[in-house]
């Protein structure tokens, strides 16, 4: 059983919608990322946090925007979807500290825009 | 910055065979660790196995085991007697140590493909 959860996992949505990815762990993690995964399956970091109330963009460029209010959730927005927004968004958690042993994953939210 | 290389889009194997997924990595810190991820088609990415860096003896998991070469950097998975749920994407992380919450690189992939 997964610890941290994403819904939806499919969206499908018009162009100019506004929406938001949810994802939320029960593990109690500090530190939360967002991945996109594009069509050739390779993953770039789009947001992290730290912690509550700490967000910082990745190494890939986006227009989407994230909010750290509560420890556990770590939701993604996009304020008007467009076709090249289409793509897989992947959650991860870590707790904090040097030593911890990899990230944990949610399934996915596979965005369609049209 | 570390840069991770996995220089097999696609694989495949026989059910029943062995078959060997290559991963290198670029670093100039002398202490982290490795990850095998895989993903199956549609479903979570799940850990497979980690290596700590300053530990010379290779990680196992059952029928997964890694060849870790830490002066060539080189950081290959092992699947042994392969099955058809092993079938998936096969992603070989980095993660640095220390405080800094940007810690995993990821490689391109390895798309896996077991063959009955």
């Known amino acids: 059983e997964a610890d941290i959860y994403q819904t939806p996992r499919y969206l499908v949505i018009g162009t100019g919608k506004k929406i938001t990815l949810e994802c939320s762990q029960t593990?109690?993690?500090?530190?939360m990322y967002w991945y996109q995964q594009d069509p050739g399956m390779e993953l770039h970091l789009i947001h992290y946090?730290?912690?509550?109330?700490?967000?910082e963009k990745g190494d890939l460029s986006s227009e989407s925007t994230v909010s750290r209010i509560r420890t556990e959730h770590f939701p993604l927005t996009l304020e008007s979807a467009r076709p090249s927004h289409t793509s897989q968004y992947l959650c991860a958690s870590t707790p904090a500290g040097p030593r911890n042993y990899g990230y944990t994953f949610g399934s996915g939210t596979r965005l369609t825009v049209v | 910055a570390q840069t991770v290389t996995q220089s097999q889009p696609e694989m495949s194997v026989q059910e029943a065979e062995t078959v060997t997924l290559s991963c290198t990595y670029d670093t100039s810190e002398s202490d982290y660790y490795l990850f095998w991820y895989k993903q199956p088609p549609s479903r979570q990415m799940i850990l497979v196995i980690r290596?700590?860096?300053?530990?010379?003896q290779n990680a196992t998991e059952n029928r997964f085991s890694v060849n870790f070469q830490k002066a060539a950097k080189s950081f290959s998975l092992k699947i042994s007697d392969s099955q058809l749920g092993d079938a998936a994407m096969y992603f070989c992380?980095?993660?640095?140590?220390?405080?800094?919450?940007?810690?995993?690189?990821f490689g391109s992939g390895t798309q896996l493909t077991v063959l009955p």
């Open positions: 593990m109690g993690h500090d530190k």
């Open positions: 946090s730290y912690g509550v109330n700490s967000t």
């Open positions: 290596q700590e860096a300053y530990k010379q």
């Open positions: 992380a980095y993660r640095e140590l220390g405080g800094s919450a940007r810690q995993l690189t």
